[in-house]
């Protein structure tokens, strides 16, 4: 499939809370985290806020409408992925690396040490998938704060703690 990639703009707000709820049906295929299939999502006013901060950008079809998104926001030096998400149907094509890389490119222009995220340990597109990118788990002993209290976080929302972790990319091109 043909995809482009660009900063997200405010007419994209109302295509991506479904597009976070179809990327999210990958988990239907995991019955112990089926659940997170019809967990929240990113509002929309979260979604603009992040966009007019600049930290948001989309991969379209090809008409120009958006089939994935990812966006974050700069702390402790780093850009913190905050949500990367693909439509269902077009998951496993690339989408989802491109779009981490152009996050690695908005760290490297802006002179940030590189990535980080939280995310799930033992699920098959979440940590291996970081990890082949170059991404390595932060221990808990080098948890930053901020990092430490997004997985606190995670945690008071169900997430379960024990399968959870931060990760974090460095020397992003
Ligand atoms: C994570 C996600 C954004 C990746 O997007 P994508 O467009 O499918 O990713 P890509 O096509 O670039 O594939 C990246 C890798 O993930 C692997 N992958 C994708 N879907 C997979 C699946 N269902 N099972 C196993 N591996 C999978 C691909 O094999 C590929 O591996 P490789 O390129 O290293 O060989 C997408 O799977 C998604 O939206 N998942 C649901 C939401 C989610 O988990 N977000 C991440 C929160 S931390």
């Not at 479904?18 to 999502?41: M, Q, T």
């Not at 170059?134 to 379960?160: C, H, M, Q, W």
Request: negative net charge.
């Amino acid at each position: 499939m043909k995809f482009g990639l660009r900063a997200a703009t405010t007419g994209d707000v109302p295509h991506l809370p479904g597009i976070e709820r179809s990327a999210a049906k990958a988990f239907l295929s995991l019955p112990d985290l089926a659940w997170i299939a019809d967990d929240a999502v990113q509002s929309e006013e979260r979604h603009r806020a992040l966009i007019e901060n600049r930290t948001a950008w989309v991969a379209t079809d090809e008409g120009g409408s958006p089939i994935g998104f990812l966006n974050g926001e700069v702390f402790e030096g780093c850009f913190h992925i905050l949500e990367v998400a693909v439509r269902l149907d077009a998951q496993g094509q690339g989408i989802g690396r491109a779009l981490i890389d152009l996050a690695g490119q908005f760290a490297a222009a802006n002179e940030l040490a590189g990535l980080t995220l939280t995310t799930f340990r033992d699920v098959p597109w979440n940590e291996p998938l970081y990890r082949r990118l170059g991404f390595r788990i932060v221990e808990n002993s080098d948890l930053t704060p901020k990092l430490a209290r997004i997985l606190e976080d995670e945690a008071g929302t169900g997430l379960p703690a024990e399968r959870r972790c931060a990760m974090k990319l460095t020397g992003a091109r």
